[in-house]
């Protein structure tokens, strides 16, 4: 087979890093598209695909659109196509095809099932909870973030595909966690040889982005209990590679902001706070700057950064007002400066921090 060369190279490696982070198909941008895709570059995509698509639970649907995208490509410039890729994209889309109408049977099933439950009255828990574990496995997939374009320099996540699912939003990665992970990236010295808490943590993207830029310590906090166990499962799934780069590993705790009192002889050698996307319910507002309050007044030069996009400037007012309540001064920053390194999928031109105890690292 040929060589690949350095333009193929260039989207093979945009293809890896979006596929792997699994960026939504609308979002889809593997710059630049060659003028030629040849048969060993095929070969590689391939590889890539077969790789990750199982272990990482990427639909089938999803790989079935992206290697579309990637015919279109190779038949537009009229390039010899890759068999392999060719068939496993035909049985994949075979797959596919049996997916959706297996689904729908089973809705037709489900529908005569709860009929003849509801005649028998008969409710059969093993059978519900093997239905609940297939949900959950559905619902989920492994993504993974790469901080190089190669994807060498990784953190994978087990995340949800929904934006909320079992009743919380901290199951999946927010605009605002990859915002602040870039901007720490694009700033080490913030995180190096810090001891750091993460507040509302959700699955450990910041706080495992802080590990890996040094940090000597990081805990990271969350009150729900289905969040703190994927946490936990998260950094787990980094350990290894965090230990080969001689990297902190994030503990897990559990923390409520409505917390009254903290025994703060656990938390007295703390440098920073940090918290992604945590100011945007109201209701919480008040238990977070009071909880903010705590950790001030007993480590007063403590250097806190909240980051978060601009949803609803009444919560956003709620928040300064309450820090307002404290005493607490601020300085603002926009986040739109900062060089992108991961892939994002939202509108982020309104992603600001909030400093408290600004240093200059
Ligand atoms: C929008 S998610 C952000 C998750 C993560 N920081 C990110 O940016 O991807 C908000 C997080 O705050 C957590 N949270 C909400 N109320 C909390 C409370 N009272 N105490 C601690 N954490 C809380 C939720 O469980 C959730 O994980």
Sequence with gaps: MSEINLEEQEFIYSFKKQYLQIVPLYNLNWQ???????????????????????????????????????????????????????NFYLNLLFEEKNDNTNANNNININLNSTLITTINNNNNTSNNNINKTNEEDNNTWWKIYSLDKSCNNIIKLLEDKSMISKGTTGLRTWEASLRLSEYFIQNPKICKNKNIIELGAGIGLLSLICAKLGAKTVLATDVNCDVLQRLQQNIEANQLLLEKENCTIPKVEKLDWNEKYLDMSEYKNLDLIICADVIYNPENIEPLVNILSIFLKAIPLITIILCNPLRQQSTYDLFLEQLNKHNITIHIELIDQVPMIF??????????????????E
């Design 343 to 360: 892939y994002h999928d939202e509108e982020f031109s309104q992603i600001q921090m909030t400093i408290i105890n600004k240093k200059d």
């Design 32 to 86: 630049p598209i060659p003028s030629n895709l040849s048969v060993s570059a095929q070969a590689e995509i391939l590889s890539i695909i077969k790789e990750y698509h199982i272990p990482n639970k990427i639909t089938n649907n999803y790989t079935v659109q992206c290697l579309k995208k990637i015919i279109n490509i190779i038949e537009k410039n009229f390039c010899e196509m890759n068999e392999d890729l060719l």
